[in-house]
Structure formats: C-alpha cells, structure tokens
C-alpha cells in the first residue's frame, strides 16, 4: 500500500503528463496555424481556455484515481510537482527540440503571450487546491 504522500507524488505526476500531452498537441496547432495567422497572443488566448479546461478534468480525475485528501498541504504538493515536472520539460523542449537558449526561454516569458502562458501554467498548478470542495 502506498503512504498518503506517495499517492500524492503519483498524481501529480500523472496530471503533469495528461495535461503536458493536450498541451503538446495544442500546442502545436497554434504554434503552426493559429499564431501566424492571428499573432502570438490571440492564439495564446484561443489556446488557454483548453488548457484549463483539460487541466480541471485531468486533475479531478488524478485526485480522485490518487484519492490525493483535500488538505491544502496535499493539493499543493500536486500542483508543485506537476508544476516542477512541466517547467523541467518546456526547458528541455526549449532547449534541445527548438535549440533555444535558456536566456531565450527566459525571455520569452516577459512577452505579453509568454506572461500569459505563465499565468495559465500557474493556474494549473494551483488546480489541485481550486478542486477541494470536490
């Protein structure tokens, strides 16, 4: 059996690779037909309400198949995993499939679709607390 924390660790692993795939995916329609025809941000915006949407189910689904409790304490450490886990693999996407730099992935991140991006990115990670009147 596994401890309580343990659990917690397995779920928000899992959201994390649920919501990285959608994102991966998404990603790639706006990166390649939405942004060029409507710029960055519009297509960040079209993109982020999918986003958050994929990340409420996945979540509820993690909680739920994890039975992660509804303390604060555990909803965040799922959020922070998954948060760490996302960050760690958009800078090894950066870096290696696009050959950026992380001084301009870093960058990227002051522009208005990059702060928008990153807000959507926080919200997902603060998901799991959001969810626990569930």
Not at 62 to 91: D, N, Q, Y
Not at 102 to 110: I, V
Not at 119 to 131: D, E, H, N, T, Y
Request: charged residues 15%; contains cysteine; glycine residues 8%.
């Amino acid at each position: 059996m596994t401890s309580p924390a343990q659990r917690t660790i397995k779920a928000g692993a899992a959201y994390f690779a649920i919501v990285f795939a959608v994102g991966f995916a998404l990603g790639t329609v706006r990166t390649l037909f939405i942004a060029p025809r409507l710029g960055e941000q519009l297509a960040v915006l079209i993109e982020l309400p999918f986003m958050l949407s994929a990340s409420w189910l996945a979540c509820g689904w993690c909680v739920r198949r994890w039975r992660v409790t509804p303390a604060a304490g555990p909803r965040l450490t799922m959020g922070a995993v998954a948060f760490a886990l996302l960050i760690i693999a958009e800078v090894t996407l950066s870096l290696t499939a696009f050959d950026r730099s992380l001084t301009d992935f870093l960058g990227n991140l002051t522009t208005p679709h990059g702060l928008t991006g990153l807000s959507g990115q926080i919200v997902f990670a603060l998901m799991p607390l959001l969810r626990r009147g569930r």
